[in-house]
């Protein structure tokens, strides 16, 4: 299951209100899942932020979810994640040296050191200014890769947008910004003799796709996850009961970090 879109990314508010005009049918298709993700969080802050999403959607007031909103510069690096000494990081859907930069100064201070970091971009543009900024700062440990992560090895269209970039799982009318990336999986990527500890992901739609083809690995090694849930409108609900699926074990909380719902991050820890 790849991003179900050859549509112009939509922007910021333009999303968040798009997921309202038809919540309806989504609610009327999903229904099962959407209750049984009710039950699913690990603490009380994940259980309310789900139900006022889900209440948002339904068209009652945003004022429900203000309560909630965490700072930008958490995402990702919740105090609900506990990071240890000599990590292996697989960051999908790279971008920039933002995030990097984020994660190397954030075990900077905490005395920590991480044994790997995987960024993966898929855009050839992006790649190549990650490398540069990996070089220029000096960062060791960190290794950049050009490929999209999927639930399979191969070629696809995709999406050049800024930071909406995007698989396409269909032709593309619109020529314009689309090019053919290399797809690969996690479970290939990751050999059992390198276990990783932290994935994060934020691949504008793929997440599910992505975590199919981690499956594996997943159920290996279990590492901590944090995977942005708010590209489709079902992510919020269908991502997180197939990371239970995956490992029951897992303990799940939910977060959010943009008053437009844009960031929202399902930590599986």
């Not at 508010?13 to 699913?40: C, H, P, S």
């Not at 050049?160 to 290399?182: F, H, M, Q, W």
């Not at 599910?208 to 942005?228: V, W």
Request: some cysteine; glycine content about 4%.
């Amino acid at each position: 299951m790849l991003c179900n879109s050859t549509e112009k990314p939509l922007d910021n508010i333009g999303r968040g209100f798009k997921f309202r005009l038809y919540w309806k049918d989504t609610m009327q298709f999903y229904i099962t899942e959407v209750n049984r993700a009710r039950d699913i969080w690990a603490d009380q802050k994940s259980k309310d932020i789900y139900e006022s999403i889900i209440k948002y959607r339904a068209n009652e007031p945003f004022s429900l979810l203000y309560h909630y909103l965490d700072p930008l510069q958490n995402q990702y690096l919740d105090e609900v994640v506990q990071f240890s000494d000599n990590e292996t990081i697989v960051d999908a859907g790279g971008f920039d040296i933002n995030t990097i930069k984020r994660v190397s100064q954030y075990f900077e201070d905490k005395n920590l050191t991480y044994r790997k970091y995987m960024c993966i971009e898929p855009v050839p543009e992006f790649y190549q200014e990650i490398c540069t900024d990996i070089s220029e700062l000096g960062l060791k440990n960190v290794v950049a890769i050009n490929k999209a992560i999927c639930n399979k090895k191969g070629i696809i269209e995709f999406k050049v947008y800024g930071a909406c970039s995007r698989l396409l799982d269909k032709p593309s009318s619109d020529s314009n910004g689309v090019i053919t990336v290399e797809t690969d999986t996690i479970d290939n990527m990751c050999s059992d003799d390198t276990p990783i500890t932290f994935l994060k992901m934020d691949i504008e739609g793929a997440e599910l796709a992505a975590l199919e083809g981690a499956k594996n690995t997943i159920q290996r090694d279990k590492p901590k996850c944090a995977i942005s849930v708010y590209h489709k409108p079902e992510d919020i609900f269908v991502i997180p009961l197939y990371l239970k699926q995956l490992n029951p074990d897992y303990k799940l909380y939910l977060r959010y970090y943009t008053p437009w719902l844009n960031e929202i991050v399902c930590y599986a820890i």
